[in-house]
């Protein structure tokens, strides 16, 4: 890749695209009286996704991103639990009748800081009130630092077949200026502990980007990881943002790397990882050769969504708890961040639904253009059009950032049909970007009434 043409889009702050439209741009016209509303008219048996928000962890990795409260006392855990337990049933009440359940994920923060036994709880309420299909898969994310014997076992118990661990970087150097000490031996004991459990799908977490990291680091962290032998790998680059998280500002700006070293880091785990075995999986996941996500990439079947790169087509995402963020077929929907506003909100028997998005159908053309950029690195966009009722010509044309990328080299478009080029394929944001009509000054699209 030039250095040029890296400059020019590779250092650019643009989304991550597991919605579209993305979170900033969820509106508080869509409320709780419309997310109620939205539930019962879900259609009956409707696929639905489970996704719920466990905002606690013991200790604060100066690099996190996510919604999270540090605690030591387990009673605001407790209390939490309590409101999640309450939405869950405000849900199931508000359906139709139980939903068909494919898929369940726990979030976090640590889903399992949660008590073995309040854990196992909480899935038997879920099957209780849901229809938890056949082959519905649970998936929970882990801190090996934390999870112990009972645990472990209280996963296998509830049903829990995928695990994602946190790893980021091996290099105890890293480790100290994110305040995150992680010994290789400790996540080689916890994903042992959880094969001997029966959670034999196991994904990791690895982070370029962070303070004090070199190439050097960032390979053997990446030959570590790869020598456990985890089903997937999720590779993201460390996102600075102390002005909105604020716990970032303990981390040293200046031992962070610059673009340029961000992106030979980046190029560096993706071929330890390919030479390991792993099949590259969109822009930065990789995965085994028979993993559900390689077959899916290979049929042209694979999705995305907020958990990154996903086997999971469900067209509904019930969100539980503070922050989280769900999807029906009318448009997206976001609970109260703060806990304390969540809590106030299921207590009086409100969903706590802050803000959201209704979807039109230039939204559902753009989005299906993104998708398609994000985990193929092509697009049809012709067949789209056609699909969405849209014209190609208002698509394509007067783009003006389609045009430069296509002007540099970065994408190639034939006959309607979009394709990345091989060697900008950490570029694919860009492309995805030149379709997002909140970025770009490109022309409203002609076709189908919102």
Known sequence: MQPTILQKY????????????????????????????????????????????????????????????????????????????????????????????EKVHFGGGTPTIVEPADFIALVDLMRERFDFTPTAELAVEIDPRTLTIEMAGALAGAGIGRASLGVQSFDPVVQKAVNRIQSEEQTFETVTLLREYGVTRINFDLIYGLPHQTIRSCVETAQVAAAMRPDRLAVFGYA????????????????????????????????????????????????????????????GKLRRNFQGYTTDDCQTLIGFGASAIGRTAHGYVQNEVPLGRYAEQIDTGCFATTKGYLLTAEDRLRADIIERLMCDLQADVAAICVRRGFDLETVLNANDQLEALERDGVLEIADGVIRLCGKHRFLVRAAAAAFDAYLTTSPRAHGKAA
Request: charged letters at 20%; one cysteine or more; hydrophobic letters at 40%.
């Open 240 to 299: 600075h943002i102390p002005s909105f998280k604020k716990h970032q500002r303990m981390i040293d700006e200046a031992a962070l790397p610059d673009g340029v070293a961000r992106s030979e880091q980046a190029l560096a785990i993706t071929d330890t990882l390919v030479a390991a075995g792993y099949r590259q999986i969109g822009l930065d996941h990789f995965a085994l050769p028979d993993d559900d996500l390689t077959l899916a990439q290979a049929t």
């Open 10 to 101: 590779g250092e650019a702050r643009l989304p991550r695209y597991t919605s579209y439209p993305t979170a900033p741009h969820f509106s508080p016209s869509i409320d709780a009286g419309v997310y109620a509303g939205w539930l019962s008219n879900l259609p009956v048996n409707e696929p639905t996704s489970l996704y719920l928000h466990i905002p606690f962890c013991r200790a604060m990795c100066w690099y996190c991103g996510c919604h999270t409260t540090i605690t030591a006392r387990d009673q605001p855990i407790v209390d939490y639990l309590g409101m999640l337990r309450k939405e869950i049933r405000m849900v199931a009440a508000k359906t139709a009748q139980p939903l068909s359940v």
